[in-house]
Nanobody, 111 residues
Framework: VQLVESGGGLVQPGGSLRLSCLASGFFFSDYVMGWARQEPGKGLEWVSGFYMNGSTYYADSTKGRFTISRDNAKNMMYLQMNSLKPEDTDVYYC??????WGQGTQVTVSS
């Protein structure tokens, strides 16, 4: 199983980024998928994800600003992040099946 995130970077407050997660090594469409973030030395926060029935979850801190999507044909999951705030600065991780993790991609929101 391999999960590879991309799309992180430095952005000014109010800006946007789109994270991508490329999955391989498992039957992607069968897995619940999600995004979590973690600041070094702090706990993991679930940002957004898909339930088994395909409905979506968003943390209160990201509702209305972040949009999760997936393309099962391409084994890809995305996180569109708009109206970014400095407190969104974290390492963002892709998760599959509440079990597998990517290596993370750094998002920094700063002027």
């Amino acid at each position: 199983v391999q999960l590879v995130e991309s799309g992180g970077g430095l952005v000014q407050p109010g800006g946007s980024l789109r994270l991508s997660c490329l999955a391989s090594g498992f039957f992607f469409s069968d897995y619940v998928m999600g995004w979590a973030r973690q600041e070094p030395g702090k706990g993991l926060e679930w940002v957004s994800g898909f339930y088994m029935n395909g409905s979506t979850y968003y943390a209160d801190s990201t509702k209305g600003r972040f949009t999760i999507s997936r393309d099962n044909a391409k084994n890809m999951m995305y996180l569109q992040m708009n109206s970014l705030k400095p407190e969104d600065t974290d390492v963002y991780y892709c998760n599959a099946g509440l079990r597998y993790w990517g290596q993370g991609t750094q998002v920094t929101v700063s002027s």
